[in-house]
């Protein structure tokens, strides 16, 4: 028997990037426990599929919507789409990102603007495009995972990191300016996650083993902290908790970082 507060999502909808895998995956399958009917979007359409099947044998609802976020066009069709298909959308999780690890001299542009592409481009199209239709509706929740490594640079992922730090300016500014209303603007600065994101980023052209490969949280916790989060909305939530104090690293330790860290990425180069 689902809770009052799983009653109260009930058929609400919940559009997730990046769902065919990982913490895309987990969140996915978390809201439709909880009653939503999800919205799949990511590229790859047979993973979409069996996560779809897998959430409807269980008694949920899912919508396969695959896409390239790294085109504009293809963007626009999924907004299009999953308003088409489902109507008034009450969820948006901006999940997916490309990471690379290495030198940023050694990035291929093609990697680099791909990650521009969907690391940036696609929060910022998606947000505008559902945003508009929250306000006027006047509810609503966006929910972009972002990164410790927004607030705290790193060699190794230097495009990486601005881009977590442009999704950190991004989202707090949009909720500074629906204050007062009832939509909802979130970012959820995670650590280290396990999932395939650090094996896809060393398969990248030019990419290096990414350090944190083997440390971190589940996925599930990670969509467990999502659910918690529209339950009890807020600007802002770290994962694990205690990262709450990685700001305070950059500020007061920041000078240790920039003795050591080269050295770590050069070990990571030359082993």
Known sequence: MKSITSQTWQNKIAVITGASSGIGAATAKKLAGEGLRVALVARRLDRLTAIADEIQQTGGLAEVIPADLTVEADRARVFEEVTARCGAVDVLVNNAGLGWYGYGADMPWKTALEMLQVNIGAVVQFSLSFLQKMRQRNAGHIINIGSISGSLPS???????????????????????????????????????????????????????????????TAEVVADRIWGLLK??????????????????????????????????KRHTTS
């Not at 980023?201 to 490969?213: D, F, M, N």
């Not at 600007?235 to 104090?245: K, S």
């Open 155 to 217: 060699q190794g992922i230097a495009l990486y990191g601005a881009t977590k730090s442009f999704l950190d300016a991004f989202t707090t500014a949009l909720h500074r300016e629906m204050a007062g209303t009832r939509v909802r603007l979130s970012v959820v600065r995670a650590g280290p996650v396990l999932t395939e994101f650090c094996g896809t980023a060393a398969a990248r052209e030019a990419g290096l083993p990414v350090p944190t490969e083997r440390m971190g949280v």
């Open 232 to 265: 009890r909305p807020r600007r802002v939530i770290y994962i694990p908790r205690w990262l709450v104090l990685t700001p305070l690293v950059e500020a007061y330790f920041g000078w240790i970082i920039d003795r050591v860290g080269p050295l770590l990425l």
